[in-house]
């Protein structure tokens, strides 16, 4: 087993250790929703769509606004997301023509949450909170109805659960699991180019779970479709929400037993097996061809590196 240059400190890994208590007892309290959203300590979150509204600032742009700030610039949503220090914090849904129009405003910063994460446009503390509001207000946007009667449905329980007063069907706000995975063979690893990744860059292999499919069956089958390796061994690494709009990676490493790629150009531009010195070189963004690895903001980047650095072996 060969040594790999080191690195440097570890990054911190997005949208994750969340600092709020997301205080689930306190959904169905309408009272004690309203007493922590009138509190003048209440902070809000804005969401637009996909757009994350910012108040301008220096050296970091301010995430969190008053609810009386939010709901000024055209809450039509309030979900309560949890407790800071007591403090009530909530995200807060505009329609995206008005997430838009605020762009010429030069008070705001308006940007889509991977851009916020990725430039560290704010303070690293925001990303749990906002990945949670963006999550849930983008699961409003999509269950106006009921799909099971049609008839129009209410927000009730913090913004937790949309009612159907016609056939009383309750909903509540879904996320769709996704494997995330890094074929190993010995001292090569596998990643793959989707057509819609930066012209640079290769990551792990992913997909969704399929009902009634385990964690390592969904590792095999994806790693089998996309790039036709056969995987044995299946190592859990870690999770992490990405609320694009609400899934859940779950992050593995995978021991492969076959070596030659067939590569579903359906799913993957390209897929190819990389050295260990390769794969350091593009974490440490200095390639020769400029191949790049996906950010530190990323689960992807962080299954890559612990491989890199021997923190996970087959052998």
């Given at each position: 087993m060969s040594p790999s240059p080191p690195l440097g400190p570890k990054p911190r890994l997005g949208y994750v250790n969340s600092?709020?208590?997301?205080?689930?007892?306190k959904r169905t309290d309408a009272d004690a929703l309203a007493r922590l959203a009138s509190d003048r300590a209440a902070g809000a979150y804005v969401v637009g769509g996909e757009m994350i509204v910012l108040k301008k600032g220096a050296p970091l742009n301010e995430a969190l606004?008053?609810?009386?700030?939010?709901?000024?610039?055209?809450?039509?949503?309030?979900?309560?997301?949890?407790?800071?220090?007591g403090a009530g914090r909530f995200g807060?849904?505009?329609?995206?023509?008005?997430?838009?129009?605020?762009k010429a405003n030069a008070d705001y910063v308006v940007t889509d949450l991977r851009s916020v994460a990725v430039q560290g446009l704010t303070g690293a503390e925001h990303l749990p909170p906002i990945a949670e509001a963006k999550a849930v207000?983008?699961?409003?946007?999509?269950?106006?109805?009921?799909?099971?009667?049609?008839?129009?449905?209410?927000?009730?329980c913090?913004?937790?659960?949309?009612?159907?007063?016609?056939?009383?069907?309750?909903?509540f706000p879904r996320t769709d699991p996704v494997v995330i995975m890094l074929a190993i063979d010995g001292e090569r690893c596998l990643l793959g180019r989707s057509p819609r990744f930066l012209p640079t860059m290769w990551s792990c292999l992913a997909g969704f779970i399929e009902p009634g499919e385990s964690i390592e069956d969904a590792v095999h089958r994806e790693t089998r479709e996309e790039a036709g390796i056969a995987c044995g061994r299946v190592k859990y690494f870690g999770s992490q929400p990405w609320p694009f709009p609400s899934s859940l990676m779950i992050g593995a490493h995978a021991e492969a037993l076959t070596r030659d790629i067939v590569v579903d150009k359906q799913e993957l531009e390209d897929a190819?097996?990389?050295?260990?010195?390769?794969i350091v070189s593009m974490l440490a963004r200095r390639h020769p061809q400029g191949l790049t690895t996906p950010p530190p903001v990323?689960?992807?980047?962080?299954?890559?590196?612990?491989?890199?650095?021997?923190?996970?072996?087959?052998?």
């Open positions: 600092s709020l208590d997301r205080a689930a007892e606004f008053t609810i009386q700030e939010a709901r000024a610039l055209g809450g039509n949503e309030t979900i309560f997301l949890g407790l800071l220090d807060v849904g505009i329609p995206a023509a008005s997430a838009e129009a605020l207000l983008s699961w409003h946007l999509r269950h106006r109805f009921c799909p099971n009667c049609g008839h129009a449905t209410q927000a009730v913090g913004g937790w659960k949309r009612d159907c007063p016609d056939c009383k069907t309750e909903h190819r097996w990389f050295t260990r010195e390769e990323a689960i992807a980047h962080h299954i890559i590196r612990a491989w890199v650095e021997h923190e996970i072996a087959f052998d």
